[in-house]
């Protein structure tokens, strides 16, 4: 039994070190960064503990415009593209034939790269010299303006980031969902039609209440993945969010870390950590909510 | 005869009701496939209309009449593609291989073996799950440059073969396994490793596959961290390949060439999603997290 004892250990071994080294103390160690003052990063010297860093931050307007860029991203793009989802697997759940073909073709986004994907988008919106792109053609037809959706007006920016954002979300949101439906019980379905309850009727009654779980479970991911925005943001705008202003709070910290306006992981670390507390409070506040409403 | 009158009546527009809302049902799931494919139809067309045509369309045209294959060559000459692919594919290998070797460990001693602590191991490990990567990232970053890993594989893989989620995901499968397979194998004497390698995981492979196949896309499509630690382009990941394309690479205005390396970097995980799609869209259903 001796040997038993230890062997757990063992098998546990590598992870455990591996959650070590990159997990438990860089989360110990991010507190330490947050409350050095002046610290450099070349000498590894710092001046004072104290909470200068949260100040500078919560006092740079860079930051500010990123917690205002996020929160617009995340107040737009998570009603939107969880009720989106919910029409559109509530559609994909009333037809059969076709039904895997649709399934497969919405999953895409899912499988490609941010990146990659994101230049395509660009140049569907982007006006240059030599043409005004296709989204502008399809304006155009309409009668309206050509406009510069990547380089032009602060609105039109952000319009364009919400579009590319809900559509690289979707998939797992109408996947989740397609499979929440599928699992209600068919028998409320044919007593409500038994007593010939009208379609609207069972949606909110039958429907939405037997899938809230799952509608809640996808608001929180919702917001806690749009709080984290930051690869969608780069791949639209490049990697200057902050001249285009479209930074987010996750791109503020790795500006702070890395690249031209790097060099500064005490800065970054207080934003993170604000990050942090801002997604916390925003999904205490989710759950406690979701108590009141939800029905298991 | 009125009465059986007025009843077909009333059938025949009940029927004709759930036709109208049906094809209005297909219609607008249509629309949705339509966003969702265009954005891969114009990269595709873009990737073969030559550089003079594809500038020369002051109105973007919406086909070809002469495709080329032109574009591919200026993609994969003009920027080392070929290498930014084959550091993504070494990258997801190894990172992918080790992470399963170093969760199969933990979840089989969490699922089947006993020792002390283990519930309190578990808690702690369960506990790691809410710490968001962004405030790990700036020590990790301090780590691997203090290392002097900066720009290897090394330094790349480190820190993404662990996953807290997958230990769980694969420990409820190992747990499914039945006990009596376990005490049959103690009593023929059969140790615990070689238990695990010829029993647990060829039951479990379904679950692995999948944990591999999301480990794979997530690995491919990674960003952030292979831009913090490489800056030297004979490391570059295909996502960061992308942007440095992007921004000095081709020339801003060789669009078509662009559009050709977007195809050829996407091109492998829709091959991967189409062969797996089953497993895939299961794998994510149940242990997904991404939107």
């Given at each position: 039994?001796?040997?038993?004892?230890?062997?757990?250990?063992?098998?546990?071994?590598?992870?455990?070190?591996?959650?070590?080294?990159?997990?438990?103390?860089?989360?110990?160690?991010?507190l330490?960064?947050?409350?050095?003052e002046?610290?450099?990063?070349?000498?590894?010297?710092?001046?004072?503990?104290?909470?200068?860093?949260f100040?500078?931050?919560?006092?740079?307007?860079?930051?500010?415009?990123?917690?205002?860029?996020?929160?617009?991203m995340?107040?737009?793009?998570?009603?939107?593209?969880?009720?989106?989802?919910?029409?559109?697997?509530?559609?994909?759940?009333?037809?059969?034939?076709?039904?895997k073909?649709?399934?497969?073709?919405?999953?895409l986004?899912?499988?490609?790269?941010?990146?990659?994907?994101?230049l395509?988008?660009?140049i569907?919106?982007k006006?240059?010299?030599?043409?005004?792109?296709?989204?502008?053609?399809?304006?155009?037809?309409?009668?309206?303006?050509?406009?510069d959706?990547?380089?032009?007006?602060?609105?039109?920016?952000?319009?364009v980031?919400c579009?590319?954002?809900?559509?690289?979300?979707?998939?797992?949101?109408?996947?989740?969902?397609?499979?929440?439906?599928?699992?209600?019980?068919?028998?409320?379905?044919n007593?409500?039609?038994?007593?010939?309850?009208?379609?609207?009727?069972?949606?909110?009654?039958?429907?939405?209440?037997?899938?809230?779980?799952?509608?809640?479970?996808?608001?929180?991911?919702?917001?806690?993945?749009?709080?984290?925005?930051?690869?969608?943001?780069?791949?639209?705008?490049?990697?200057?969010?902050?001249?285009?202003?479209?930074?987010?709070?996750?791109?503020?910290?790795?500006?702070?870390?890395?690249?031209?306006?790097?060099?500064?992981?005490?800065y970054?670390?207080?934003?993170?950590?604000?990050?942090?507390?801002?997604?916390?409070t925003?999904?205490c506040?989710?759950?406690?909510?979701?108590?009141?409403?939800?029905?298991? | 005869?009125?009465?059986?009158?007025?009843?077909?009546?009333?059938?025949?527009?009940?029927?004709?009701?759930?036709?109208?809302?049906s094809?209005?049902?297909?219609?607008?799931?249509?629309?949705?496939?339509?966003?969702?494919?265009?954005?891969?139809?114009?990269?595709?067309?873009?990737?073969?209309?030559?550089?003079?045509?594809?500038?020369?369309?002051?109105?973007?045209?919406?086909?070809?009449?002469?495709?080329?294959?032109?574009?591919?060559?200026?993609a994969?000459?003009?920027?080392?593609?070929a290498?930014?692919l084959?550091?993504?594919f070494?990258?997801?290998v190894?990172?992918?291989?080790?992470?399963?070797?170093?969760?199969?460990?933990?979840?089989?001693?969490?699922?089947?073996?006993?020792?002390?602590?283990?519930?309190?191991?578990?808690?702690?490990?369960?506990?790691?799950?809410?710490?968001?990567?962004?405030?790990?990232?700036?020590?990790?970053?301090?780590?691997?440059?203090?290392?002097?890993?900066?720009?290897?594989?090394?330094?790349?893989?480190?820190?993404?073969v662990?996953?807290?989620f997958?230990?769980y995901?694969?420990?409820?499968?190992?747990?499914?396994?039945?006990?009596?397979?376990?005490?049959?194998?103690?009593?023929?004497?059969?140790?615990?490793?070689?238990?695990?390698?010829?029993?647990?995981?060829p039951?479990?492979?379904?679950?692995?596959?999948?944990?591999?196949?999301?480990?794979?896309?997530?690995?491919?499509?990674?960003?952030?961290?292979?831009?913090?630690i490489?800056d030297?382009?004979?490391y570059?990941?295909?996502?960061?390949?992308?942007?440095?394309?992007?921004?000095?690479?081709?020339?801003?205005?060789?669009?078509?060439?662009?559009?050709?390396?977007?195809?050829?970097?996407?091109?492998?995980?829709?091959?991967?999603?189409?062969?797996?799609?089953?497993?895939?869209?299961?794998?994510?259903?149940?242990g997904?997290?991404?939107?």
């Open positions: 039994m001796d040997k038993n004892k230890w062997k757990g250990w063992l098998y546990l071994l590598p992870a455990i070190l591996f959650l070590g080294v990159f997990m438990v103390y860089p989360l110990i160690d991010v330490i960064y947050s409350v050095e002046g610290y450099n990063f070349a000498s590894q010297t710092y001046f004072d503990i104290g909470f200068y860093n100040s500078y931050v919560l006092h740079d307007p860079y930051f500010l415009q990123a917690v205002k860029n996020t929160f617009l995340v107040v737009i793009t998570v009603p939107i593209s969880t009720g989106l989802a919910l029409l559109i697997s509530m559609g994909l759940s009333s037809i059969r034939p076709l039904r073909l649709y399934q497969t073709v919405y999953f986004p899912y499988v490609t790269n941010t990146l990659a994907v994101g395509v988008f660009m569907l919106f006006k240059t010299a030599y043409t005004d792109g296709m989204v502008n053609l399809l304006i155009n037809w309409f009668g309206g303006e050509s406009i959706f990547i380089d032009g007006p602060y609105w039109a920016k952000m319009l980031m579009i590319y954002i809900i559509w690289v979300v979707m998939p797992f949101k109408i996947l989740i969902l397609t499979s929440a439906l599928s699992s209600v019980n068919q028998s409320y379905y007593a409500a039609r038994v007593d010939g309850t009208g379609r609207g009727r069972i949606f909110l009654k039958i429907t939405l209440p037997m899938i809230s779980p799952t509608v809640f479970y996808l608001v929180i991911t919702g917001f806690i993945g749009a709080f984290k925005q930051y690869s969608d943001a780069v791949a639209l705008f490049g990697t200057d969010l902050n001249a285009a202003e479209m930074n987010t709070i996750v791109g503020y910290v790795y500006d702070m870390l890395y690249g031209d306006s790097g060099g500064y992981p005490s970054a670390s207080a934003a993170a950590i604000v990050l942090f507390v801002i997604v916390l925003i999904t506040i989710n759950l406690l909510i979701s108590k009141k409403h939800i029905h298991y | 005869m009125i009465q059986s009158d007025d009843y077909s009546r009333i059938k025949r527009s009940a029927r004709l009701h759930k036709k109208i809302f094809g209005i049902v297909y219609l607008l799931l249509s629309i949705w496939a339509l966003i969702v494919l265009f954005p891969f139809y114009w990269m595709l067309l873009t990737s073969v209309k030559s550089y003079s045509q594809y500038n020369g369309e002051y109105i973007p045209q919406f086909f070809t009449l002469s495709p080329t294959l032109q574009n591919y060559v200026d994969f000459q003009a920027v080392p593609l290498r930014y084959l550091n993504t070494i990258f997801t190894i990172t992918t291989a080790i992470m399963m070797f170093v969760i199969v460990l933990a979840a089989f001693a969490f699922a089947r073996l006993q020792f002390r602590g283990k519930n309190l191991a578990f808690t702690l490990f369960l506990s790691l799950m809410m710490i968001p990567n962004e405030l790990v990232i700036i020590t990790n970053y301090a780590t691997i440059t203090n290392l002097d890993l900066r720009n290897t594989f090394l330094g790349l893989i480190l820190p993404s662990t996953s807290v997958y230990i995901l694969l420990k409820e499968n190992f747990a499914q396994v039945p006990d009596a397979l376990y005490y049959a194998a103690k009593v023929d004497g059969t140790s615990d490793l070689k238990y695990l390698l010829r029993i647990m995981i039951i479990c492979k379904p679950t692995l596959i999948t944990i591999g196949i999301l480990k794979i896309i997530e690995c491919w499509n990674s960003y952030v961290w292979p831009r913090l490489t030297d382009e004979n570059y990941l295909v996502s960061n390949g992308i942007q440095e394309l992007r921004e000095n690479g081709l020339g801003r205005e060789n669009i078509p060439a662009m559009m050709a390396a977007v195809v050829v970097i996407s091109v492998p995980l829709i091959v991967l999603f189409l062969i797996f799609r089953e497993k895939i869209m299961a794998g994510v259903s149940r997904g997290t991404k939107g």
